[in-house]
């Protein structure tokens, strides 16, 4: 059985990936669609089609999934493409950035478009704290400030 014109009434031409153009054939072009009668046409995906309009004004098409369908139950071999339109402007989504940060190992840090300037200071020895209270002994302190230092001092080793 073959198609009806009538149906047919745009007029396509094929650009293949390796230069190949095939010109005047007869199609009806759709939103994402295009079908084409003519069976024996070697349509791929990649390739374009191109559809100028009697305005003057040319439109193009990708071809997504060629969509070829064999002769059966009186139909001939027909494409049916799946198309995306090449000329269509593309809409501008907004930037949206997620960003995960997972801070899990001692000392860390994070700097964006900064200079890290820190300093690491090990908490595991055991002598730190002594340290700190000698050296606050050395400083001329009141005794009852001394006291009150030492005091704090042995509370953060707690």
């Known amino acids: 059985m073959r198609f009806s014109s009538k149906f047919f ?12 153009v095939v010109e005047n054939i007869s199609a009806d072009v759709q939103k994402n669609k295009i079908f084409i009668s ?16 009697s305005n003057g ?19 001939e071999s027909h494409y049916q493409c799946d198309v995306r339109k090449a000329t269509a402007k593309e ?8 960003v995960n940060n997972y801070f899990n190992a001692p000392n860390s840090r994070y700097n964006e478009s900064s200079t890290d300037n ?10 730190l704290f002594d340290e700190i209270k000698n050296e606050l002994k050395k400083q001329d302190f009141k005794e009852n400030e001394i006291s009150l230092l030492l005091n704090q001092v042995d509370d953060l080793e707690q």
Not at 9 to 20: F, Q, Y
């Open 9 to 20: 009434n745009d007029k396509v031409t094929l650009k293949k990936a390796n230069g190949e």
């Open 91 to 98: 809409k501008k989504l907004p930037f949206n950035k997620t």
């Open 57 to 75: 004004a040319t439109e193009k098409y990708e071809v997504i999934d060629r969509g070829y369908y064999e002769a059966f139950a009186g139909f």
């Open 118 to 127: 820190s300093i690491n200071i090990s908490l595991s020895d055991a002598n």
């Open 38 to 53: 003519d069976g024996t046409l070697l349509i791929e995906e990649g390739d374009f089609l191109f559809r100028t309009m």
